[in-house]
């Protein structure tokens, strides 16, 4: 199991890096992917549909499916991301990368996406072994004082496979 952890500001490109690898990684490799996003601004459910309702009235999850057999678990229980991930591993379903999106104090293999280089220095850890995001599109020639590589998930397919020892 590969997890790899993605941060940075928001608008910074998290979400376009992380779809991008997912494509091409389930279609050039045929992995199986999932990703735990930490959201901060607002709840995943609304209050009033019977998913909420049912978590509310004491369920410690509740499953919803749709017509287009789509699937989404609430889980209601105080459960912490190193947690989560356990739980994923145990679960039914093969996976084989995690990217975990928007988790600042995990100690996995992480990549920074950054829209600029004055964001880099006030992000950076060390775990951080890539950085990614909107500044792949930049054209400018600061980027060589960055020390760490400059990804983009589709450009640079093989180097971000390499570097994250995926095979």
Not at 64 to 70: A, M, R, S, T, V
Not at 79 to 99: A, H, M, S, T
Request: glycine fraction near 4%; charged fraction near 30%; hydrophobic fraction near 40%.
């Amino acid at each position: 199991m590969i997890i790899i952890s993605v941060i940075g500001y928001s608008g910074s490109g998290k979400t376009h890096f992380i779809q991008k690898a997912i494509r091409r990684l389930k279609i050039e490799l045929n992995f199986e992917v999932m990703v735990i996003k930490n959201i901060h601004q607002h709840q995943i459910d609304e209050e009033g549909k019977d998913s909420y309702i049912f978590t509310e009235a004491g369920a410690i999850y509740s499953i919803i499916k749709n017509k287009f057999n789509e699937n989404a678990i609430f889980l209601k229980k105080k459960i912490n991301i190193k947690e989560l991930i356990r739980w994923v591993i145990k679960g039914p379903f093969k996976v084989e990368i995690i990217f975990t999106e928007g988790f600042r104090n995990l100690s996995y293999p992480t990549i920074l996406c950054v829209k600029k280089i004055s964001e880099i220095e006030p992000q950076i850890n060390e775990n951080v072994k890539v950085i990614s995001g909107l500044i792949t599109t930049s054209k400018f020639s600061q980027k060589s004082e960055i020390k760490l590589p400059i990804v983009d998930a589709e450009e640079n397919f093989e180097r971000f496979l390499k570097i994250f020892e995926i095979k």
